[in-house]
DNA sequence: AACGAAATAGAATGATCGTTCTAGAGGTGT
DNA sequence: ACACCTCTAGAACGATCATTCTATTTCGTT
């Protein structure tokens, strides 16, 4: 990949963590990346909505490696792993100011109206996430999805609260595992 | 509340569910609620910010009473109340042409970067769910948030997979709770 | 050194954004 | 009938949007 597109990805990524798609103009990806219009358009010619599209793409697989791999990291005990995944979350949002650390979600939300190609492109990268933590959870797809949905709806949380501790609260609860009664 | 405030209420509802906060325009508004933009800042003057904070405080009011009464009606079996409401929100989410059928989530992804006032708003709307819910499961407040962050989430995926079934998927697992090892 | 493709650079365009503004319509109390 | 206030109505505004367009620069290959 070359570096220019790896510059307007990052740019991407960034902003629409911040300010979500709509939210996120081509002039702000240009002057955050330092790369004028016309090379936005070289590289990606379907403009903004194909660099939404990359960006879910990208980032999509690199953070569904990075979770896996904490998730390794933290031995085969069930509640360990998922304490793992969302403390880590946690300190990120933290660390990084209380921004959305993933794209995926917010590009989700605003996708459906306009473009199906934004939504396919997110409805891939959950299903590869499903699947790969299904993996680790001995074949359970669908806590599996509870776990990337309450993930999703976690970092929402965090944000407008501008706190981790959602985060954490919720990893305690699917850790501990309280469901039937 | 005047008819007007609520058919405007009622039309940004709509259009944020599907489009999204900014990616609604006042004209969109205005077209749907059948009333001129003078209307719309004279019942809010605060323009379109205002509007949103609006729509948050009233549907996240209402909502919250329809997904109680909901649990409710489920009896007092935990597994079986989870499983009323996610089952029930496929259903919306499936009879609704698979348009997000909570404003909130959207609007709380894209409220951050700019002003604060629509992220608190989103954020109290969380808390009060989250005490109610905590209510219901013998106060696990925990477990309140991750039914709450499942569902937000939940939502996402169902509508970019434009199915209800992830929803349902949530929901079975939450019921079951398979946390431990 | 010279050529052609790839990439950068940013001005120009028409549409649309949120907001402001002035004018008129509808209703109520006197 | 008159004054007064609420509400409706939509034109006008400057700013900004995504995109297109024409040059110019950069760079690998000959």
């Given at each position: 990949m070359s570096d220019a597109r790896r510059r307007i990805l990052q740019a991407a990524h960034d902003l629409f963590c911040s300010?979500?798609?709509n939210g996120t103009s081509l002039k702000q990806i240009t002057a955050r990346s330092g790369l004028p219009t016309g090379s936005v358009?070289?590289?990606f010619p379907g403009g903004k909505e194909q660099v939404g599209v990359a960006v879910v793409q990208h980032f999509g697989r690199v953070y569904g490696e990075q979770v896996l791999a904490a998730v390794r990291a933290a031995g085969d005990d069930r509640g360990a792993m998922i304490r793992a995944v969302f403390d880590g979350a946690a300190s990120v949002v933290e660390f990084g100011g209380f921004v959305d650390p993933c794209p995926i979600g917010g590009v989700a939300?605003?996708?459906?109206?306009a473009s199906g190609?934004?939504?396919d492109a997110c409805d891939d990268v959950f299903r590869r996430w499903s699947d790969a933590a299904a993996e680790v959870f001995?074949?359970?797809l669908d806590f599996a999805m509870a776990l990337i949905a309450a993930l999703e709806g976690g970092f929402i949380m965090?944000?407008?609260r501008r706190s981790g501790?959602?985060?954490r609260a919720i990893g305690r609860a699917l850790a501990q595992?309280?469901?039937s009664s």
């Open positions: 300010y979500g798609y358009y070289h590289h939300r605003e996708s459906a109206g190609v934004l939504a001995q074949g359970d965090a944000r407008v501790e959602p985060l595992g309280r469901g």
